[in-house]
């Protein structure tokens, strides 16, 4: 009997010691899906403090988890919430070849468990959620593919099961994984959210660089409270835990000695989508070409920081974020295009490295190379604020014909409150004509469409039982007006989902037509006049028989009312 139960106890042992969190950043080694996931379940098993979900579908077959930490033992988010905790969101490996995060936040929660972190510090009014790897395909798909950085000497693909960026999807939602997140994202609703990355670019001495979401477009109380404090808190505790910051690298010119600006992370990326919904959005970008462990430690020490922060000021953060929703309700005008402020420059201390030229053995021209025996420190220009292009007043509703299921799918996906029409009925809205767009070439799975031009027309539209009515009255409505105003950024129109209004459906026979459109012309003299002037203008117009034709019927009753008319209409507000 004695001697099976030290048996037993050898065993269990022995079980613990195997499923126990083995850190190999040391060795510049990254751990595999299956071992991260391994790791995080050992601690879900042994700890009550701790629980492993399962949330939805990736792409490549296997599940999304979410690791969740939370004191009390309380897993559910409603009743967190309604504890006043806050509660914080990492994201890990949206691009698994920039693994450091997937090891810092395994480190963090062992960290925590296991006692060497102060749980309480951490967690007494905080609930941390993890997704210990989000791109499940990437990571599976192991190799060297970034080239460009120093270890770790095996790492995850960049393109999903999809071959999809997944920090592009955020508003078209490709993938499973996007579903998936955007799920966990609105049942949880974080106060705080932090997504985990590794830098490309310049080299400099920073081992760890940060974009902190645009602030102008974030609701100007979470901004203020994000640049006045919680940033530069952010950037004193990093130079404490010896993991000194500089916002991320963005070159102005080929190097920073030109100057750096600020990241505009639009909703397609994690922190643009996030700050649709008052969340403040951290993307960590750590130096590729310093040590993976160094890497990995300065996205733990950030971690650390930030959520023992957000621990200790939980009331604050609480209500600013409350008021935020409250403002976003109330709001009556959003802005849906930025450009960068080249009139607000100001100037911050950088740590590089002397940029030199130097002659390519292989083509025999300059190339560029940081001499890291030159270390140099200066002010160089920083350009952070954007200022506002387009600014949208929000209609009483939209209205959605029940056609466009894949706007509908996403709008429910992200927690907005819809209706229907009871019957079918005619309605005076507000119709956008898309005048001209450019499109971009082939990009992450779309075209993607940009300078778009509109004129509005007031008109009496046929619209059926079933159709959607989006009141902007809801804690959602930036992502509403950010989605659905053609012309923002990353508007659905400008990821493809209406395109086929874009093409119209009749065509004339110029032979058959011949006689109406003379008939038109001389019914219609300001068709002529605008048909002459054309085809000054237009030389293939002017030689072709049949596009003459054409322009009289496109300028003609005839012609197709729908041609290029955006479905989203606005219902506008009483003045
Ligand atoms: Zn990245």
């Not at 030290?6 to 950043?25: D, E, G, K, R, W």
Request: glycine residues 4%; aromatic residues 14%; charged residues 25%.
């Amino acid at each position: 009997m004695k001697l099976s139960v030290t048996f037993l106890i050898l065993i269990f042992v022995q079980i613990h010691i195997f499923a126990q969190y083995n850190p190999q950043y040391e060795d510049n080694k990254t751990p595999t899906y299956y071992e991260v996931i391994n790791a995080y379940k050992y601690l879900a098993d042994n700890y009550k403090q701790a629980q492993l979900f399962v949330e939805g579908k990736t792409d490549i077959g296997k599940p999304l988890h979410l690791f969740v930490l939370s004191l009390d033992g309380d897993f559910n988010p409603a009743t967190i919430k309604k504890k006043n905790k806050r509660i914080v969101l990492i994201n890990n490996g949206i691009h698994p070849g920039e693994s450091c995060g997937i090891d810092a936040s395994l480190q963090f929660a062992t960290d925590i468990l296991s006692g060497k972190l102060k749980a309480k510090k951490y967690l007494q009014n905080t609930v941390i959620c993890i997704i210990p790897v989000y791109n499940v395909g990437g990571a599976l798909n192991r190799g060297h593919s970034r080239m460009n950085q120093l270890g770790p000497i095996e790492h995850g693909f960049r393109g999903n099961g999809k071959n999809l960026d997944l920090n592009r999807d955020f508003i078209k939602c490709d993938s499973e994984n996007t579903k998936s997140f955007e799920r966990i994202f609105q049942k949880w609703s974080p106060d705080i959210f932090i997504d985990t990355h590794t830098s490309n670019g310049a080299d400099y001495q920073y081992k760890i660089t940060l974009i902190a979401t645009q602030s102008d477009k974030l609701n100007p109380i979470l901004a203020k409270y994000m640049d006045d404090t919680l940033v530069p808190y952010l950037y004193k505790s990093m130079k404490k835990s010896n993991y000194e910051m500089i916002p991320y690298v963005q070159t102005l010119g080929r190097t920073p000695d030109e100057g750096i600006f600020a990241f505009y992370d639009s909703p397609r990326y994690a922190s643009g989508y996030t700050s649709l919904f008052n969340t403040i959005g951290f993307i960590t970008e750590t130096h590729m070409l310093k040590p993976y462990k160094d890497r990995v430690l300065s996205t733990y020490h950030f971690i650390v920081n930030l959520t023992g922060f957000v621990n200790k000021n939980y009331v604050e953060i609480g209500k600013i974020r409350q008021k935020a929703f409250k403002n976003t309700v109330n709001q009556s005008q959003f802005t849906v295009k930025w450009t960068l402020d080249k009139t607000k420059d100001s100037t911050i201390l950088f740590k590089g490295y002397e940029a030199k030229y130097k002659t390519s053995e292989i083509t025999g021209m300059q190339r560029l190379y940081y001499d890291r025996s030159k270390p140099y420190e200066k002010q160089i220009k920083y350009y952070h604020h954007y200022k506002a292009v387009k600014t949208i007043k929000k209609p009483a509703y939209y209205i959605i014909p029940q056609a466009w299921k894949r706007v509908i799918e996403r709008l429910e996906l992200n927690n907005v409150q819809i209706e229907q029409l009871d019957r079918d009925t005619v309605l005076s809205v507000t119709a956008y004509y898309v005048d001209d767009f450019s499109t971009r070439n082939l990009y992450e799975n779309h075209y993607l469409h940009y300078d778009i031009k509109t004129h509005v027309k007031t008109e009496n539209i046929q619209f059926y039982k079933g159709d959607y009515l989006v009141k902007p009255n809801q804690p959602t409505n930036y992502y509403i007006i950010a989605t659905l105003e053609p012309d923002a950024d990353d508007s659905f129109f400008a990821w493809n989902f209406f395109d086929a209004v874009l093409q119209h459906k009749e065509w004339i026979s110029d032979y058959i037509f011949e006689e109406t459109a003379l008939k038109i012309l001389k019914e219609h003299p300001e068709i002529k006049e605008k048909l002459e002037k054309s085809k000054e203008k237009d030389v293939n117009l002017a030689k072709s028989h049949y596009y003459q034709l054409f322009f009289i019927y496109q300028h003609s009753e005839y012609f197709e009312k729908s041609y290029r008319r955006y479905p989203v209409y606005r219902k506008e507000l009483k003045k």
